[in-house]
């Protein structure tokens, strides 16, 4: 194999294992953002459940007096 072949194979072999980390990268930060927005959903709901008990707990001590 000649001597410019040598190196354009390794450097083509380089660029893929180079991609296929920046894919593992993009996947791994993806599931990251994923998380993190399940994370931010459950909490706006709770707070939601939260606030509507409050609600409910003012109307009915209002309504008691």
């Known amino acids: 194999m000649s001597r410019n072949i040598k190196k354009a194979r390794i450097a083509r072999i380089s660029k893929v294992k180079a991609d296929r980390s920046l894919e593992e990268r993009v996947i791994a930060l993806e599931k990251q953002l994923n998380d ?4 931010m959903s459950c909490g706006s709901k ?9 609600e409910q707990s ?3 001590t209002l309504s008691m007096g």
């Open 36 to 39: 993190m927005q399940a994370a």
């Open 46 to 54: 709770m707070v939601r459940i939260a606030s509507g008990n409050f």
């Open 58 to 60: 003012i109307k009915a």
